[in-house]
T-cell receptor
Framework: SQKIEQNSEALNIQEGKTATLTCNYT??????LQWYRQDPGRGPVFLLL?????KEKRKERLKVTFDTTLKQSLFHITASQPADSATYLC??????????FGTGTQLKVEL | GAVVSQHPSWVICKSGTSVKIECRSL??????MFWYRQFPKQSLMLMAT?????????EQGVEKDKFLINHASLTLSTLTVTSAHPEDSSFYIC????????????FGPGTRLTVL
């Protein structure tokens, strides 16, 4: 069956360091992959989209990689700040534009 | 740009009553809107895909007669939870795709439904 796995344990890092979150998937051939940020009690906020033919994408302090051989995406936040603390979700779409979400990884950036 | 609103942001109702949740795209036209449900500490689960002017497509296991979806215009979709029960208590979130960029979905702030 199709699975999207994100580390369910919270990731705690120090301010200024780079946070790296992982999204692994099985039994999928996604056309593209997206990363969202979700704060408690709020809807997800779109961050980045990367297509199957793209290896890497950047936006300000954010960087996403997509390895379709390893079936993995890495999401990096450089120079992390306490305001970056949130849950980060990866989502896949195989066709059409239906999204399937992972369970998310909670990031805590400490002073 | 690309703002999606939901109303109400939270609602408490008695078991057996019906609740309507509105989802609006404020600054773009959305041919397609999506409805998700999220239980605590769990992922968003797609309930249905709503296309303007046509019947919604429901995901497996979602009762279409219980969760009525109407997408009457390019900026408004509604979800009505009929005869709500405590197990329907959840966080309901809608999203919309801009007609000019269907790859990206913009999410509303969510509606917290509590059924007593």
């Amino acid at each position: 069956s199709q699975k999207i796995e994100q580390n369910s344990e919270a990731l705690n890092i120090q301010e200024g360091k780079t946070a790296t979150l992982t999204c692994n998937y099985t039994n999928y051939s996604p056309a593209y992959l997206q990363w969202y940020r979700q704060d408690p009690g709020r809807g997800p906020v779109f961050l980045l989209l990367i297509r199957e033919n793209e290896k890497e994408k950047r936006k300000e302090r954010l960087k996403v990689t997509f390895d379709t051989t390893l079936k993995q995406s890495l999401f990096h936040i450089t120079a992390s700040q306490p305001a970056d603390s949130a849950t980060y979700l990866c989502a896949l779409t195989g066709g059409g534009n239906k999204l399937t979400f992972g369970t998310g990884t909670q990031l805590k950036v400490e002073l | 740009g690309a703002v999606v609103s939901q109303h109400p942001s939270w609602v408490i109702c008695k078991s057996g009553t019906s609740v309507k949740i509105e989802c609006r795209s404020l600054d773009f036209q959305a041919t397609t809107m999506f409805w998700y449900r999220q239980f605590p500490k769990q992922s968003l689960m797609l309930m249905a895909t709503s296309n303007e002017g046509s019947k919604a497509t429901y995901e497996q296991g979602v009762e279409k007669d219980k969760f009525l979806i109407n997408h009457a215009s390019l900026t408004l979709s509604t979800l009505t939870v009929t005869s709500a029960h405590p197990e329907d208590s959840s966080f309901y979130i809608c999203s919309a795709s801009d007609s000019g960029d269907t790859d990206t979905q913009y999410f509303g702030p969510g509606t917290r439904l509590t059924v007593l």
